[in-house]
Nanobody
């Protein structure tokens, strides 16, 4: 069982920045991929960014160049730095841990609200 605890959401004006954090209850070296997803009202949950155990990253087209995912292995924490925020980024952001053993199993955080005002 993996527990994920998120923090860092809030209200920000358009053009502002926020940093989300997600602390995992187990070592990152036991997790294949850490990622962030988001779900806006009335929409499906969508992937935002991910980082693998080897440090490879990928981003949704809508956030490329504005968001950066990173991790601190010593703290088992992953971060999402969000810059140049727009109202379209408003959503509940969820931390995800994917473990392949051998099939994929997903673990989710409780979600943190990000609201961007225009």
């Amino acid at each position: 069982q993996v527990q994920l605890v998120e923090s860092g959401g809030g209200l920000v004006h358009a053009g502002g920045s926020l940093r989300l954090s997600c602390a995992a209850s187990i070592s990152f070296f036991s997790i294949n991929t850490m990622g962030w997803y988001r779900q806006a009202p009335g929409k499906q949950r969508e992937p935002v960014a991910a980082i693998t155990s080897t440090g490879n990253t990928n981003y949704a087209d809508s956030v490329t160049g504005r968001f950066t995912i990173s991790r601190n292995n010593a703290k088992n924490t992953v971060y999402l730095q969000m810059n140049s925020l727009t109202p379209e980024d408003t959503a509940v952001y969820y931390c995800n841990a994917a473990i392949y053993n051998p099939s994929r199993r997903d673990y989710w955080g409780q979600g943190t609200q990000v609201t961007v005002s225009s």
